[in-house]
Nanobody, 122 residues
Framework: QVRLVESGGGLVQAGGSLRLSCVAS????????MGWFRQAPGKEREFVAA??????FYAEPVKGRFTISTDNAKNTVYLQMNSLKPEDTAVYYC?????????????????WGQGTQVTVSS
């Protein structure tokens, strides 16, 4: 069993930055693929970024603006978000999946956090 707890969301103006954190407890953190997803009101949950064994993957809308990273000693995955836009407004979720997970498929992740709200004002 893995428990994920996100933090770092908030209200920021367009062009600003936020860093989300997700602390994992339970099984060995480094053996999982870790991902970030987001869900805006009235929309489906969408893939944002993922990391596995140091390799990173990003959705097109966030490439060049967001960076995913991990600190295995702290069992923490981060999402650094720069140049934020109003369309980035959503609840952001951290997820953990097996090493064989297909990054963009939310249904393949086994564990999810409770989410943290990110609001970007124009």
């Amino acid at each position: 069993q893995v428990r994920l707890v996100e933090s770092g969301g908030g209200l920021v103006q367009a062009g600003g930055s936020l860093r989300l954190s997700c602390v994992a407890s339970g099984r060995t953190f480094s053996s999982y693929a870790m991902g970030w997803f987001r869900q805006a009101p009235g929309k489906e949950r969408e893939f944002v970024a993922a990391i596995r064994f140091g390799r990173t993957f990003y959705a097109e809308p966030v490439k060049g603006r967001f960076t995913i990273s991990t600190d295995n000693a702290k069992n923490t995955v981060y999402l650094q978000m720069n140049s934020l836009k109003p369309e980035d407004t959503a609840v952001y979720y951290c997820a953990a999946g097996s090493e064989t997970v297909t990054f963009g498929r939310a249904g393949e992740y086994n564990y999810w956090g409770q989410g943290t709200q990110v609001t970007v004002s124009s």
